[in-house]
Structure formats: structure tokens, C-alpha cells
């Protein structure tokens, strides 16, 4: 086993896979490239055959930043849809109540990272561990370099490298053997050169010896132990290492996120990859200055006079005259030629910089050129966010999958229980649009059991205020969420992210049409036909509708009132319902 998996590992890191004829690639060194580089570092050394020091003009952070920007999402911008047959008001219980489990658990910070390393090394990828995700160092993570996806790699492997203490401790987690453990840490402190425990951990097909089988399995091997060589110093027998663990596994943990993908290779080119070749020059170019300045700041003499041999800077003291048979005459070290050509090249590599990166001034936030139209302006930013918008909808499309897999399954599991969710500001405001009309209708229905008739409509209003000054009172509310209440909650909301998040001209141009379709006809918001068109247009323009209106007409109808036929109003006895199932006091 171990010898596989240390054949995997060497033919990822050493053997290069081919793109096209002459076009070759290997992800380990790419990735290493790609620290060096992102860290102003040289990958051959910080100086150059001559001993000088290599100056570093690093050109990618800052295109870096702000292709991490343009792409960024935050959980405010998860929103949930109801789809056909769903519960709007239910979705929208589920929608406050998941952005404050995801700031519980600071998925934020997870966007945030993805955001931020996604431009860099062009791909991330997320290892989901009882149901939430952790980042996999690239560094340590083994794919089939010419896989499509990590679906498609015949291997993934993800090497580990643990202390002693963290290695007891993950082996209490995953309740491997004992005596296994034991093994592993004797085997450790025999060898010599090694600091850290490493694990491999292992997805991918394997062939049963016994049955002659192959499986998918999960298996965990820890790379310790000696070589056995004989005299002559030749390898007799392989480190077997020691299996920890070994089952069959249906697929596996991780989750992919790229830049730009490219055909014939899993890793994404980001950034960093993309601007290697300008990278080098510009630190060539940068070099080459520096060399020039330092001949520039040269002080040199020239004679034709033998007889002087020394140091005029150093051998000569002020106020001395020099007798000489030919004149002495400094040496013009500065070209304005060469400065010249210095800046045009670095122009040029910077301008082939900004045209890979889409790193124009206008998303830098420079000034433009003096002269420049405000219309071409924002032509030439909106052009380079429609750039930016299609990579993020790529990666909006596989974390809107993750969510669905993997972080809401967890949220239902971690809410199924009865829970209190808190309400404030406008959510607050927007419940009470929701509910204070069918709690007035209950205070209605309530007085009528008593005996006491139907209120007119002045009444009902009075109702309704009331309604709404009792839950205000305290400027906050606790409402109750019963249990199971968000089972099956998938079926019942769709997840947008980018259609709310980006252009806020769609979301204004919206809002503006809704105004004056309801202006124009007030009967929209009573009619339930043009309600439901009305809170169409309000979702597709990334808007939602309980923020402007209660999409839902009531189940039931109030009572046609009739003037007169009830007595005083008292104050109302307030039930408010969690929309969907059983009741809880506000």
C-alpha cells in the first residue's frame, strides 16, 4: 500500500503531464511557483551570478485583491426563494434563522478565504468534517494532475503531518486502534530526520487481494518505520508504514472552487499563474535599473597621461593642483536613452499585466486620464464586471450546491429542536406586516365567540394598532420555532446569490415599476392574481416581497362589518402563530 501511494505522490510532483505537443504541466511545481512569487520571493535564489542582491517588483497582489473583491459574496447576499407551492412566510422564518446560524459558525469567514485564495492559486478547495467545511492546504493535497474534477481523479490524497500529541488526539477522533497508535508513535521516534508524524489519507479505487475486487475506500496509512538494506547498502525491504484504517467510502469530503479552468489539468489558473511571464520581465527590467543606477552613481576619471595612477576621489585633498601632461576628464556614466527605454518597457509589461488581470485603472479606483468621458468611463467598468460576473456565478453555482449538500442538511439537523429566534429593527418590522393581520383577525373571531359581536372597521383598525404597539413594546421580539419546523426545508426555498448582490440599478429599476403599477392601480396588492405577479417581479429583481407587502392573501376572510353591530373593543389577548405550525406567545 504504501509503496502505492509513495508512487502517487512522486509521479505528482516530479512528472510533468502534457497539455498539447510541446505544452507540458506539473501542479506541484506550479504551486510552489506560485508561493514564491505571491511573496516576492526568486525560486532560484536572492542573488544573481555575480552576487548581487535580486530586487523583487511584485506585480500580482495587488490585480490579486482586486479580483478578490470583484468575485466577493458575503451570507447577506444568500438569499432564499420561495419556489411554486412553497411558504413564503416559512421561508422567510428559515432565511433570518440560517444567516444567524451561518454568523454562529462564522461561515463569513469562509467566503471571505475563498474569495481571497481563489485569485491566487487558482483553485480552493474545502474538506467538509462532520458536516461544515476547513480548508485543504494545496501544498499537501495529491490529485491525477490531468482530472477534469476531483469526481474524475482516480486518486486523492491529502498528507498530514502531525506531533505526537496531535496525532493521539485525532486518533481518539477517529477511534483507531490503540495498540495501532502505539505502533505508530514507537516506529516514529526510531527514525532520524523527521519532526512530524505524517498520515496519508486516501480516496480512490482498490483491489481486494482476497476477492480480487476492486472498491472505492477511504484509507488512512501512516509513513513511518525504517528501510531495510543490506551490505552492499541496497534497499532490501520498504518502510510497510502502518494501516490505520481501511473501509469502503462513497466519494468524497472535498469540495472544489476555481478561477479559470483550463482543458488537460484540474488546478485553476489564477492570478499569480497568469502573470509569470510579466512577473519575470518586470523583475528583469527592475534589475537592470538598479545595475544601470548603480554605474549611473559611478564617479570615473580618464587621462592620457601615464603618469597618474590613483584615486582622485580618495588620493586627491581639496585645494590640490595636478600637474599633468594631458588633461583629466570625468566620464559621462548617465544615458537619458537608457532611462527612457527602462520606462517604456516597464509600461509595457504593466499594461500586459492589467490587460491579462483586467486590472484597469477605472476598478483600481485611479485617477483617469485627464480628458476622459464619464460615459466611456463607465463603459470600460462595466465591461470588466461583466468579466468578474461570470467567475463568480461559476463559484456561486458551487457553493449554492455545498449549501444545498452540505451546510443546510446541517443547519436543519442542528435547528430540528425547538429554538427562539430573535427579532429586531426591520425584521422586526416586517413580522409584524406578516402576522398583525391575522392576530386581529383571531381578536376578532375571539370577541365574536364571546358574545360581544363584530367590530366595525374603525374597530379593526384599532385592533391592528394595537396589535402592533403590544409587539413593539419592547423593541424586540423572541419568537418560539417549533420543532421540526424547517424539515424538508430544501423543497420549499430556492438559494439566489448573485441576484441580489451585484447590480443595485436592477433592484432600483424594480422597485421604481412596482411603484408605479401599484399607483396606477391600488387594487394590485388586494387582488390576488396580480399579488402574486406583483411578488414575481419583486423576486426576480432580487427583492423580497414581505419587504413591501404579505404576498399571501389570509386563509380566511374577515367578516363582512356592519355599522353597529358590536360593542366596546377591549384590549386584545395576542396570539401570534409561527407561519406554518403550532402557535407561540409574542
Known sequence: MIKKINKEISDFQTKRIQIVPGLTFNQYETINKIYFYYNSKYVTGETDEEGDKKFFYNINRNPCKIFSKAIDFDTKNIRLLTVEGGDPKKTWFMERDLKFWMRDKEFGKILNRTFKEIPIYGSVVLKIVDGFPYFVDLRNFVVEQSADSLDESAYIIEIHNYTPYDFRNVAKKMKWSNDKVDEV?????????????????????????????????????????????????????????????????????????????????????????????????????????NKSSYWAALKIFQTRDPAVNRNLMTDTRNGEVLNVESEITPINMASSENLAFFNQQDQRWMKNRDELTFSYDVVQGERLPAGTPLGSAQMAMT????????????????????????????????????????????????????????????????????????????????????????????????????????????????????????????????????????TSDPMMVEDPLKKKILAMIAENGGINPNEIFDVEKKQQEMPEMTGGAGGGVSAPALEAAVPGQGQTTV
Open 383 to 518: 465591461q470588466t464586471l461583466s468579466y468578474f460576473e461570470l467567475i463568480q456565478e461559476n463559484i456561486a453555482l458551487d457553493i449554492k450546491e455545498m449549501l444545498y449538500k452540505v451546510i443546510i442538511p446541517k443547519f436543519e439537523k442542528e435547528n430540528n429542536e425547538e429554538h427562539t429566534i430573535r427579532l429586531v429593527g426591520k425584521d422586526l418590522d416586517t413580522f409584524i406586516d406578516m402576522v398583525k393581520g391575522q392576530m386581529a383577525f383571531n381578536e376578532v373571531i375571539r370577541q365574536f365567540v364571546e358574545g360581544r359581536g363584530l367590530p366595525n372597521e374603525e374597530e379593526v383598525g384599532i385592533i391592528e394598532e394595537a396589535v402592533e404597539t403590544l409587539i413593539k413594546k419592547d423593541r424586540e421580539k423572541n419568537i418560539k420555532v417549533p420543532k421540526g419546523f424547517y424539515k424538508n426545508l430544501k423543497y420549499d426555498v430556492d438559494i439566489d446569490i448573485t441576484g441580489e448582490s451585484v447590480d443595485t440599478r436592477v433592484r432600483n429599476a424594480t422597485l421604481f415599476a412596482i411603484l408605479q403599477a401599484v
Open 185 to 289: 508513535i514507537d516506529k516514529f521516534h526510531k527514525m532520524e530526520n523527521t519532526s512530524h508524524i505524517r498520515v496519508f489519507e486516501r480516496y480512490g479505487e482498490l483491489k481486494n487481494e482476497e476477492t480480487n475486487e476492486w472498491s472505492y475506500r477511504r484509507v488512512f496509512l501512516a509513513d513511518v518505520g525504517l528501510d531495510e538494506y543490506d551490505q552492499s547498502g541496497n534497499k532490501l525491504v520498504e518502510r510497510p508504514g502502518v494501516v490505520l484504517g481501511d473501509e469502503e467510502w462513497e466519494g468524497h469530503p472535498y469540495w472544489e472552487f476555481h478561477a479559470d479552468k483550463v482543458s488537460g489539468r484540474w488546478l485553476g489558473c489564477g492570478v499569480v499563474e497568469e502573470l509569470f511571464e510579466p512577473q519575470i520581465a518586470q523583475n528583469q527590467n527592475t534589475n537592470l535599473q
